[in-house]
């Protein structure tokens, strides 16, 4: 931890002792190069000197030797004369100042030198003082900014559970970026705790909501027949039916009971939109047809007329419902039923092909008051098969945007005819579910289907 603390600090002395180390090597080296370029330029003088002052003496010398040399041989000079002589030529004081000469040259390289040597040590005192300064303005300066820093670290660090809030503290009022970091950190953590509150109470509604969906989707199923074979001591039907919702909770609803022993009493229906609303709306539709129906002893039209009326009433948001209502009489196959904007049924007659029955379409209930609805009736033979369902089988849509339709339904109902009510209904959802593909159901699923075998199969 020390370490990483002391990193900037680290980082900044080792900048600053570079920088030193360049400055003093290139001065040094400024400082070398012409020292020596001092020295050769006096040695250079030097000799050049000397080889003036050797030409001078040994010119000299000869003159006065030669003239001496033939003084001597006439007998004009003695050897103390020609001595004097050379005093009185002043060679003897050339000679002097040519050596004095050589001994000012090497002094002047003398100094150059000890200059050089002396302006060398001064700097890397100076060098060495402004390294050790700066180490120490460098560390003040870098404890200075990563103190805060530091602090901030650990600070944010703990920011966890109900601790969130980065509060600004006097260290971190330092007048430069630190303080407005600081500043804007303190902001932000206000924010965030602001929002982590908002979205824990939106999580906390969002599960009541889930579990009262939830608790909703169970009482919605527990309203529908779920115990398949519905009536096992009755052998003059068979009868499955299913409903799948888009959401938790769904609009679509199907029934079936025996409004007496000779009776059999089936519906299917679906509720604009979906969820809550349109689950609430179901549940009321289903207890007004049921009650209805109960009221008026297997009354179709009656019962769909006043179920119309009742949610006139009730409908709220412009809600209506489709609804396909029969009543089979099991003694006879006879099949009276009221179509309120639903769609048609698929029949098939003793094992034959599924095909669409057309009948009496009237409005869609909870849409006008009043409405008087007329009752379509057909008979079934032992062996017919009757296929309701909601639109949300027709319209499943794939990635493309495509519908299965009502092809793709009689399609999936007539590759074996002869398969049980259950056994079509499993048929048409593994169709479905092969032609939607991994894209999202678009609407509630539901399908009821039953096959009449009369007294026959009793």
Same mark, same amino acid.
């Given at each position: ?32 190069? @012409? ?15 000397? %080889? ?5 003496? @040994?010119?000299? %010398? $000869? ?59 001064? #700097? ?10 700066? #180490? ?33 503290? &006097? ?15 303190? &902001? ?79 519906? #299917? ?22 009650? @209805? ?14 179920? $119309? ?16 209502? *029969?009543?089979?009489? %099991? ?26 029955? &057309?009948?009496?379409? *009237? ?11 007329? #009752? ?30 009502? @092809? ?51």
């Amino acid at each position: 931890m020390k370490k990483k603390q002391s990193g900037l600090a680290a980082k900044l002395i080792r900048m600053i002792i570079i920088v030193i180390f360049i400055l003093t090597a290139a001065v040094t080296m400024v400082f070398v190069l @012409r020292s020596h370029e001092m020295e050769h330029i006096a040695e250079e003088e030097g000799k050049e000197l000397s %080889l003036q002052v050797e030409k001078m003496t @040994r010119e000299g %010398l $000869n003159n006065v030797l030669k003239d001496a040399v033939e003084k001597q041989k006439n007998g004009e000079l003695t050897g103390e004369e020609l001595l004097a002589e050379l005093i009185k030529a002043d060679l003897l004081t050339h000679t002097l100042q040519a050596v004095k000469q050589v001994e000012l040259t090497e002094n002047m390289k003398q100094r150059i030198r000890s200059v050089f040597h002396f302006n060398l040590t001064l #700097i890397l005192v100076i060098s060495g003082a402004l390294l050790v300064l700066s #180490i120490l303005a460098a560390s003040r300066l870098a404890k200075k900014r990563v103190a805060p820093i530091n602090h901030m670290t650990s600070r944010i660090k703990d920011l966890s559970g109900e601790n969130t809030v980065f509060e600004m503290e &006097e260290i971190y009022k330092t007048g430069d970026e630190i303080e407005t970091l600081a500043g804007a950190f303190a &902001e932000q953590s206000g924010k965030l705790k602001d929002y982590v509150e908002e979205n824990l109470r939106i999580t906390l509604e969002k599960e009541k909501i889930d579990t009262e969906l939830a608790l909703a989707a169970q009482i919605q199923e527990s309203m529908l027949p779920r115990s398949f074979p519905a009536f096992p001591d009755r052998k003059e039907f068979d009868l499955f039916a299913k409903m799948v919702p888009a959401k938790t909770v769904g609009g679509d609803l199907y029934d079936f009971f025996l409004v007496d022993e000779d009776h059999l009493a089936v519906v #299917i229906a679906d509720v604009s939109g979906k969820g809550i609303t349109a689950a609430l709306f179901m549940a009321l539709s289903k207890q007004a047809l049921q009650s @209805r129906l109960m009221q008026h002893g297997g009354d179709v039209k009656k019962a769909m007329e006043e179920a $119309n009326n009742l949610l006139c009433e009730e409908s709220v948001e412009d809600m209506f419902v489709t609804v396909w209502m *029969g009543v089979l009489c %099991l003694s006879d196959g006879k099949l009276t039923f009221v179509d309120a904007g639903h769609d048609l049924a698929a029949v098939s007659r003793q094992g034959g092909d599924f095909a669409f029955c &057309e009948d009496n379409h *009237g409005i869609v209930l909870a849409a006008f008051p009043g409405w008087e609805y007329e #009752i379509t009736e057909i008979s079934l033979k032992p062996g017919d098969k009757v296929f309701l369902y909601t639109d949300g089988v027709t319209e499943a849509h794939n990635r493309k945007n495509e519908m299965f339709e009502e @092809r793709g339904m009689l399609s999936a109902l007539n590759e074996d005819p002869s398969l049980t009510p259950k056994e079509l209904d499993e048929r048409v959802r593994s169709r479905i579910a092969g032609f939607v593909g991994d894209a999202e159901q678009f609407d509630d699923i539901t399908t009821l289907c039953f096959q009449y075998f009369g007294k026959e199969g009793c």
